[in-house]
Structure formats: C-alpha cells, structure tokens
C-alpha cells in the first residue's frame, strides 16, 4: 500500500502492513476527557458512512488523553493503526482533534461527503504517526467588511481550515466599507455600516460560529479597526470623527480612506465600549485592533487633535496613532487579553502588542528584536487576493504581482538566518483574504484554496520538499473536489453568487 498522501505531512510517519476497517460494529473507547473528540469524530464520519460508532468498554478505536505525554504539547497526537484497532493519544485535547482530522484524510474521500455514501469500505491503513505542529498560529484571515459572507460560509470555512490543521479564524469584521460586529448600545453600526455589501451578524451567530470552531480546534480572533479604516463607522456615528458637523456615507471605494476616528474622550469610550462587547463574544486570548494604513491629515487639521498633542507632550500629529493604540491596547490588557495589530515596520506598536508584520518579512524580525510576539504575515507570499497564476482567464485580483502556490510553500515564517531568540518569538503565520475583488463564496474558496494547504504544511511541519507536496496535493485535490471547493471558476461565480 503507498504511503498516505496527508495535508500537512505529519512530523513522523511509518506504514505497517494491513488496513483497518470501520463497520457498524465499530465501537470507540472513550477515555475521561477525550468525549469531545469523539463527538467531533461521529459528527464528521456520520453523514457519509451511517457509522454510529458507540462507546463500548472493548470498543477497538480508543481515543485517549494522557497528560504526561508532553512532548506532544497542546496540538500534538499519536495515531496508532492496527488490523485490529486504532489508537488515538494526546496531552490535550486539541492534540485528538487533530488526529480526527488525520483519521478523515485516511480514509476514502467519499467519508468527506455530507450525504450517505454506498458500498464503500470504510478502511484506513496501518500506520504509526507521532505528530507534533512547528508553530502554535497556524490561521486564516478571512475579510467579511469589504464583503460580507452569512455564518453559513463562516461555519464551512472554519470546517476546511480544521481539515488542514489551520487553528485560527481571525476575522475582520469592521473597514471603511462595512461593519459587521453588533454593538447593543450602538445600533447604527450595523443599521447604517452593514448596509454595503451585505449585512451583519447576530450576537448569536457569532457566538455559535465560535462554539462551532472550538469544537474543530480552531480559535476565532475578531477584528475590529482602529483609529483608521473607520469609515463605516463615522458614517453611522459622525460625531467620533475629527470634524462632527459633516454627514459621511459609508465609503464605496476601494483602497485607504483618509477620514480617521478623532481623538477625543468620547472615541475613547466608544472604542472601549465596543471592545467590551467584542470580548462577551469572543473568548480567544488575543482581539485584533487593526492599527495600520492610518493618515494622519485629518489629526493635523484638527484643534481638538492638536490639543491632545499638547496635553500628552507628543511629538505632533503623527504621535497621536502610537498614543491611541496605547489607549485601546491598555484597556485590552487590563482585560486579561492580549492586543494585537497590523505593524507597518515592526516598531510602531507598545511592546506587549503581538505583531502581524504585512509589509515586507524583514519587519517581523525588527518586531521580535524589540520583544513582540510575531504572527508573520507578508504580504508577497500569504495575501491570498492577488491572482494565483498569470492566466489569461484568471479572475481580477488585488493589484500586485501574483501570488502562487510556490511562493505560499516557500514562505519561512522563522528564517534559518534569525537568531534562536528572535525565531523564539514568532508564534506562526496565517493567510490573508481581503475582499474588496472577492464577491462570492465561490470566488473565496477558489482563491483559498490549494494555496493555503501550502501554508498549512509550513505552518505545521515547516518541510521544504515542494516535490512530494506537489504530488501529496494531486491526491488531495480529490478531497477537495469531494468537498465541492471549486477549481476554476464560472463567469457567473466571479460576478454572482454561485448556487452551492
């Protein structure tokens, strides 16, 4: 039997002789605390092959946690399968659902359907796995205000991250275009900024997404921008801006907005007020406070502005972003969660900031030099909006050089050339999908996909062999066409929505 063809590449595979195979007598053993992986296993399983898999005291698949299992840390897993049973372990529990997911990509592609599947034999091969992610941020950031997408696609999203072992969600709920994060006492954000484009989630449907990614092993990270890209929320709200007596729509351009949130007490209150409400939805330990693309033109026409100036004894206008970000960041901290932002040159934000350096790589080790925790993110290898060929049939992307799926698989988050301390700091990387050409879910997915399964190997096991994952991903483009993520794209999935 060929070895599995696995995305990512687990850190350490042997295949045994044998398969094992799934039936209806199948039962699972269920140590104290593994109950929610083995939930996630018939949920996943369920639709396609009718398995009920009960838990039985003999039951031949044991799914077990084992604290003292600490080399595998909070994600690793070791999977054992033999003719007769399978093993699943792990430290914690996030470690067994990512051995689920193993367990999916082991079987025949039909188990990824969501309907009855007949006459396939449910076997996955005998194998020895010991797995163990290279980085703790392996994410996704998904842009829902230039365009807004239901909680349905949300949900799916997640699902197809958690199938690659991606583990964060980071979702960017609020730009100049939109805003989609309901505020109780504010409900002119959404009234007013979710009009464009789409909408705006519930309280609920934001809450459920977030039960739905945790039981997947995946984290949601909200964004909320600040002090810039704030246009649809001057629009709902004029009097947070540098000049309150002027009616402003929400923005229907593209590109950097140059009207900025003002910098008096009541922004001040405002942002807290609704970052407050973002931390009653949002448990993750880190919430996103944008921070970059700011101008400051506004701030250097404005007297209130120049009063803070003096008030603080700040350089200028242009001071006023580092002393805002301090204000929000602060309030964040006093929380109990970690801030985190955009950094233009990886020295722009208060050092307990966690960084996401956009702009070029070098900017991340200039982060991780002045002690930041770094989420690398450069915008040449994981900004998923530029095209991903030279095609002529190639859908219209953002504006740039293209972006392939070699360069996503060359993408070194820690360099070999930085120092252990400076490669220390980095927590991982993620992928970035801005919206502003993306207007359907076809049109996300297609420009997703395969390209963040490249990230997701450099995320987790950190491999440069770019010819075993071309030929891993020739058979796993077969799971994805089982999941219906498309290859290529209709005209009609580029300009409307495409039924699913």
Known sequence: MPVPHLVPHPAQLHL????????????????????????????????????RLPERPDGPVVLALDPALTGLGDEGYGLTVGPEGVLLRAARL??????????????????????????????????????????????????????FRPVSFLRRYVDLLALHKLNVLHLHLTDDQGWRMPVAGRPRLTE????????????????????HAAERGVTVVPEIEMPGHA???????????????????????????????????GVLDFCREVLDEVLDVFPSPHVHIGGEECPTTEWHASPEARRRVAEQGLDGPDALHGWFMEQVGRHLLDAGRRPLGWTETGADLPPYF?????????????????????VMAPHRSTYLDYPQSARFDEPPGQPGAVVDLRAVHD????????????????????????????????????????????????AWTGRR????????????????????????????????EEPR
């Open 16 to 51: 045994l002789p044998g398969t094992f195979t799934f039936d209806a007598a199948t039962a699972l053993k269920i140590a104290p605390g593994a109950g929610d992986a083995a939930e996630l296993l018939r949920t996943l399983l369920g639709p396609a092959t009718g398995l």
């Open 411 to 458: 993408t070194d988050p820690a360099p070999a050339h930085w120092s252990p301390e400076e490669a220390a700091r980095v927590l991982g990387t993620q992928a970035q999908l801005w919206t502003e050409f993306v207007p359907t879910a076809a049109h996300a997915e297609y420009l997703t996909f395969p390209r963040i399964c490249a990230l997701a190997e450099t």
């Open 192 to 211: 007013i900024g979710g009009l464009p484009h789409g909408g705006a989630y519930t309280r609920s449907e934001l809450a459920g997404l977030v039960r």
């Open 465 to 496: 062999d770019w010819t075993g994952f071309q030929t891993r991903l020739r058979h796993h483009r077969t799971r994805l066409d089982t999941l219906r993520v498309p290859r290529r794209l209709s005209p009609t999935s580029v300009q409307g």
């Open 231 to 265: 246009r649809a929320a001057l629009a709902a709200y004029p009097e947070l801006g540098n000049r309150p007596d002027r009616t402003l729509g929400v923005w229907d351009r593209w590109g950097v907005c140059d009207t900025v949130l003002g910098v008096h007490d």
């Open 354 to 374: 966690t960084v996401m350096p956009w702009r070029d790589t070098a900017h991340g080790r200039t982060a991780a030099r002045r002690g930041h925790q770094v």
């Open 94 to 147: 996030r470690g067994l659902l990512a051995g689920v997911q193993t367990l999916r990509q082991l079987l025949p592609v039909q188990a990824l359907l969501d309907e009855p599947v007949i006459g396939v034999e449910w076997s996955v091969p005998c194998v020895q796995i010991t797995d163990v992610p290279r980085f703790s941020w392996r994410g996704a950031m998904l842009d829902v205000a230039r365009h």
